[in-house]
C-alpha cells in the first residue's frame, strides 16, 4: 500500500477525473472532465476516492432545486471514502495511507478530493468503502434525527415515510436496535423486506397513510421522519401523539416542480415556527445535517465524528446492514443518477473509481 500512495503523492500515475453538473440537465447530460490531481494545502488531504454516492440531493441539484446549491457548472457529490493519499501542512502524517470517510455537500463525484483534514472520519478497519458510504450522509442524518431530535426511546411507535429508501432504511434499522416499533410508508415491492425488518409497513399508493397510521396507532405515534414536505407534512404533525416530535428533512413532493427553489422550504419553516408556538406540547423540526456548522466548525466536527462512528459502529454491530443499491463506476454517474431517480431500487447507489 506504501508505494502506491508514494506514487500518489509524486502526482505522477494518477489523474483527475471528475462529473460535471454543467447547468439543469438531463442525468445524460453530466460530462466528465480530466485534469491534474490536486495537491493538499495548509491543514488539507487529498483522499483517493473509493465510493462516493447518488443522494436525493443530486436530484434536486440537477434540476436546480436545492435549496443552496453553488452556481452551476459544479461537480456534484454529497459524501465519499477513499485512502488519505497526501497531507498538508499541519496535518499528522500518520493520515496517509489511512480509509476515511467525509461529508462535502459538493465535490465528491471525483477520483480524487481535497478536504479539510479536520472534516474527515476514520472508517474503521474491516468496514468496505462502499458499505461505509451507504452511512455517511444517510447514516449521520438517520442516527441525529433519531437521537438528538425526536430523543426516541424503547417501547416507542414511530411512522417513517420512504421506509426503504437511503435515509429510511438506515433510520427503520437503527430504530429496531433501539427497541422501538416502525410503520413504514413504502410502495408494495418493498413490503416484504421491511418486514424482515421488523416494520409494519403501508402503502402510500394505494392506501390511505393517515387512516391507516391511525388505525395502527390509534392514540398517534411519537415521532414522524417525513422527507416529502408539503400536504405529507401536515399530515405527519396531526398523527403525533401528545408530546411528540415531528422531524421533517426535505421537500421531496416539489422535486420536479417549477419556480422557486427556497418557497418550499420557507414554507415548511413557517409551518414548524407556528406549530412549535402551539401550546400542545409537540415538536416539529426541520432537520439540516449543516445546521451549526456556520456558528461552531470544532463543535459540528465533534458530534459528526461521534454520530457517524456511532453509526459505523452499529454496522459493525450488524444492528445496520449496509443497502448498496447497486455499484457503478465513476463514468457512469448518468446512469447512476438516472437508476437512483427510478424508484426502483432499494438502499444507496453507489459510484466507484
Same mark, same amino acid.
Request: hydrophobic letters at 45%.
Given at each position: 500500500?506504501?508505494?502506491?500512495?508514494?506514487?500518489?503523492?509524486?502526482?505522477?500515475?494518477?489523474?483527475? =477525473?471528475?462529473?460535471?453538473?454543467?447547468?439543469?440537465?438531463?442525468?445524460? *447530460?453530466?460530462?466528465?472532465?480530466? %485534469?491534474?490531481?490536486?495537491?493538499?494545502?495548509?491543514?488539507?488531504?487529498? =483522499? !483517493?476516492?473509493?465510493?462516493?454516492?447518488?443522494? #436525493?440531493?443530486?436530484?434536486?441539484?440537477?434540476? %436546480?432545486?436545492?435549496?443552496?446549491?453553488?452556481?452551476?457548472?459544479?461537480?456534484?457529490?454529497?459524501?465519499?471514502?477513499?485512502?488519505?493519499?497526501?497531507?498538508?501542512? %499541519?496535518?499528522?502524517?500518520?493520515?496517509? *495511507?489511512?480509509?476515511?470517510?467525509?461529508?462535502?455537500?459538493?465535490?465528491?463525484?471525483?477520483?480524487?478530493?481535497?478536504?479539510?483534514?479536520?472534516?474527515?472520519?476514520?472508517?474503521?478497519?474491516?468496514?468496505?468503502?462502499?458499505?461505509?458510504?451507504?452511512?455517511?450522509?444517510?447514516?449521520?442524518?438517520?442516527?441525529?434525527?433519531?437521537? /438528538?431530535?425526536?430523543?426516541?426511546?424503547?417501547?416507542?411507535? =414511530?411512522?417513517?415515510?420512504?421506509?426503504?429508501?437511503?435515509?429510511?432504511?438506515?433510520?427503520?434499522?437503527?430504530?429496531?436496535?433501539?427497541?422501538?416499533?416502525? =410503520?413504514?410508508?413504502?410502495?408494495?415491492?418493498?413490503?416484504?423486506?421491511?418486514?424482515?425488518?421488523?416494520?409494519?409497513?403501508?402503502?402510500?399508493?394505494?392506501?390511505?397513510?393517515?387512516?391507516?397510521?391511525?388505525?395502527?396507532?390509534?392514540?398517534?405515534?411519537?415521532?414522524?421522519?417525513?422527507?416529502?414536505?408539503?400536504?405529507?407534512?401536515?399530515?405527519?404533525?396531526?398523527?403525533?401523539?401528545?408530546?411528540?416530535?415531528?422531524?421533517?428533512?426535505?421537500?421531496?413532493?416539489?422535486?420536479?416542480?417549477?419556480?422557486?427553489?427556497?418557497?418550499?422550504? #420557507?414554507?415548511?419553516?413557517?409551518?414548524?415556527?407556528?406549530?412549535?408556538?402551539?401550546?400542545?406540547?409537540?415538536?416539529?423540526?426541520?432537520?439540516?445535517?449543516?445546521?451549526?456548522?456556520?456558528?461552531?466548525?470544532? /463543535? #459540528? !466536527?465533534?458530534?459528526?465524528?461521534?454520530?457517524?462512528?456511532?453509526?459505523? *459502529?452499529?454496522?459493525?454491530?450488524?444492528?445496520?446492514?449496509?443497502?448498496?443499491?447497486? !455499484?457503478?463506476?465513476?463514468?457512469?454517474?448518468?446512469?447512476?443518477?438516472?437508476?437512483?431517480?427510478? %424508484?426502483?431500487?432499494?438502499?444507496?447507489?453507489?459510484?466507484?473509481?
Amino acid at each position: 500500500m506504501g508505494s502506491t500512495v508514494e506514487v500518489a503523492m509524486n502526482g505522477h500515475a494518477e489523474e483527475l =477525473i471528475e462529473v460535471v453538473l454543467p447547468g439543469k440537465v438531463e442525468p445524460e *447530460g453530466l460530462e466528465i472532465r480530466h %485534469g491534474a490531481v490536486p495537491a493538499a494545502g495548509p491543514g488539507q488531504v487529498v =483522499i !483517493r476516492m473509493e465510493a462516493t454516492g447518488v443522494s #436525493f440531493a443530486e436530484q434536486q441539484m440537477r434540476r %436546480g432545486r436545492y435549496y443552496d446549491q453553488p452556481a452551476f457548472p459544479f461537480v456534484p457529490g454529497y459524501d465519499l471514502v477513499g485512502t488519505v493519499i497526501a497531507t498538508g501542512e %499541519g496535518v499528522e502524517p500518520g493520515l496517509s *495511507g489511512t480509509r476515511v470517510a467525509a461529508l462535502v455537500k459538493v465535490g465528491g463525484w471525483a477520483s480524487h478530493v481535497r478536504v479539510d483534514a479536520a472534516d474527515v472520519v476514520p472508517v474503521p478497519d474491516g468496514v468496505g468503502a462502499a458499505e461505509a458510504e451507504t452511512l455517511v450522509v444517510n447514516g449521520v442524518t438517520a442516527w441525529q434525527m433519531l437521537h /438528538r431530535k425526536a430523543r426516541v426511546r424503547a417501547g416507542q411507535t =414511530i411512522l417513517v415515510h420512504g421506509a426503504n429508501g437511503g435515509v429510511g432504511s438506515v433510520l427503520v434499522q437503527l430504530a429496531h436496535a433501539a427497541g422501538v416499533k416502525v =410503520i413504514g410508508t413504502a410502495s408494495a415491492r418493498h413490503h416484504d423486506a421491511l418486514r424482515e425488518r421488523g416494520v409494519t409497513p403501508v402503502d402510500y399508493r394505494t392506501e390511505d397513510v393517515p387512516v391507516r397510521v391511525r388505525e395502527l396507532a390509534p392514540g398517534g405515534v411519537d415521532a414522524v421522519f417525513d422527507h416529502v414536505g408539503g400536504r405529507s407534512a401536515v399530515d405527519s404533525w396531526h398523527l403525533l401523539a401528545p408530546g411528540g416530535t415531528l422531524v421533517s428533512y426535505g421537500s421531496a413532493s416539489t422535486r420536479d416542480d417549477e419556480g422557486s427553489k427556497q418557497v418550499p422550504v #420557507f414554507k415548511l419553516l413557517g409551518r414548524v415556527w407556528l406549530w412549535n408556538a402551539l401550546p400542545n406540547g409537540r415538536h416539529a423540526y426541520f432537520f439540516n445535517v449543516w445546521a451549526g456548522r456556520a456558528l461552531s466548525k470544532d /463543535r #459540528f !466536527r465533534a458530534r459528526l465524528r461521534g454520530d457517524l462512528a456511532q453509526v459505523f *459502529g452499529a454496522l459493525q454491530r450488524g444492528d445496520v446492514t449496509a443497502q448498496i443499491a447497486a !455499484r457503478l463506476p465513476l463514468t457512469s454517474a448518468a446512469d447512476a443518477l438516472r437508476l437512483a431517480e427510478s %424508484g426502483t431500487v432499494s438502499g444507496k447507489v453507489v459510484l466507484t473509481p
